[in-house]
């Protein structure tokens, strides 16, 4: 990538302080677009590259307004660049993310991992974008690649791929996983999911994100049917016993290996 290139992304929306994305408090970037069309997505108008409301934003342009905010990070906040699938817009994650890190501001991802693959120029890029990355949010939506079709419209193969790869690399991971009834929520995937996270070296937090309705209108307001009518959130039970099986007790925070 050229060092005089300007780049651009296109940013569906910000946020100034971010609790649940990363560690600490964070300024958090949704980028826009997503080949995935996750069945409990509360976010399906950032699907599409194009949106109206979306804005086309430099690297410089984005740091310039999250600096506003440097003073309530402290040590442990940053950064975090979400979406819609932050990698669809790798170029311009590799430019916000060298300068964030030359400003000493600490990075995160959180991705579902869809785009990923070994292949160049993809793969050149997504390691140079590592060297700028202190730690990714990784969601797992389903274990069972026949069940994550369901659910998402896409294969898992990339995902569990870029799991694995990041695993090689010893890149610290949070490992995401909504719990959805009559979905995700069995007993066998939750097993089988914790027998492959336990198959990685890198992962400092399994976190479990119950399933809820609140981004249902959004559904609405974009003339979609909502996939999940009458699927209500899981019990508390299920929560604590998905916790259980994923052994979320044994893992405890951030880059503490």
């Known amino acids: 990538m050229a060092e005089t290139e300007e780049l651009y992304g296109i940013v569906h929306s910000t946020e100034s302080f971010g609790s649940v994305d990363g560690p600490g408090v964070r300024f958090i970037v949704?980028?826009?677009?997503?080949?995935?069309?996750?069945?409990f997505c509360h976010n399906p108008d950032t699907w599409m590259l194009q949106n109206p409301k979306a804005r086309k934003r430099t690297a410089?342009?984005?740091?310039?307004?999250?600096?506003?905010?440097?003073?309530?990070?402290?040590?442990?906040?940053?950064?975090?660049?979400?979406?819609?699938?932050?990698?669809?817009?790798?170029?311009?994650l590799i430019d916000?993310?060298?300068?964030?890190?030359?400003?000493?501001?600490t990075?995160?991802?959180?991705?579902?991992?869809?785009?990923?693959?070994?292949?160049?120029?993809?793969?050149?890029?997504?390691?140079?974008?590592?060297?700028?990355t202190d730690l990714l949010l990784?969601?797992?939506?389903?274990?069972?690649?026949?069940?994550?079709?369901?659910?998402?419209?896409?294969?898992?193969?990339?995902?569990?791929?870029?799991?694995?790869?990041?695993?090689?690399?010893?890149?610290?991971?949070w490992i995401r996983h909504v719990l959805v009834p009559e979905r995700s929520d069995y007993d066998e995937y939750l097993i089988r999911l914790d027998t492959f996270i336990k198959s990685l070296n890198n992962v400092d937090k399994v976190e479990i994100l119950p399933y809820h309705t609140m981004g249902r209108y959004k559904?609405?307001?974009?003339?979609?049917?909502?996939?999940?009518?009458?699927?209500?959130?899981?019990t508390e039970?299920?929560?604590?016993?998905?916790k259980r099986l994923l052994h979320t007790s044994e893992y405890t925070g951030y880059l503490t290996r």
């Open 30 to 39: 949704f980028m826009q677009g997503c080949r995935m069309r996750c069945q």
């Open 60 to 92: 410089d342009d984005v740091l310039e307004e999250a600096l506003h905010y440097r003073s309530y990070w402290g040590q442990k906040g940053g950064i975090t660049v979400s979406g819609g699938e932050p990698l669809l817009q790798i170029d311009f």
């Open 96 to 105: 916000l993310f060298k300068k964030a890190k030359a400003m000493g501001i």
């Open 107 to 132: 990075t995160t991802i959180d991705t579902c991992g869809q785009p990923f693959t070994r292949e160049e120029p993809f793969f050149s890029k997504f390691n140079e974008l590592m060297e700028y």
């Open 138 to 173: 990784f969601d797992i939506k389903h274990i069972d690649e026949e069940a994550h079709k369901k659910l998402t419209r896409q294969s898992n193969t990339p995902i569990l791929e870029m799991a694995k790869y990041l695993s090689e690399i010893g890149k610290p991971v």
């Open 219 to 234: 559904w609405e307001e974009l003339n979609l049917t909502y996939p999940l009518k009458g699927i209500k959130p899981p």
């Open 237 to 242: 039970e299920r929560v604590e016993n998905a």
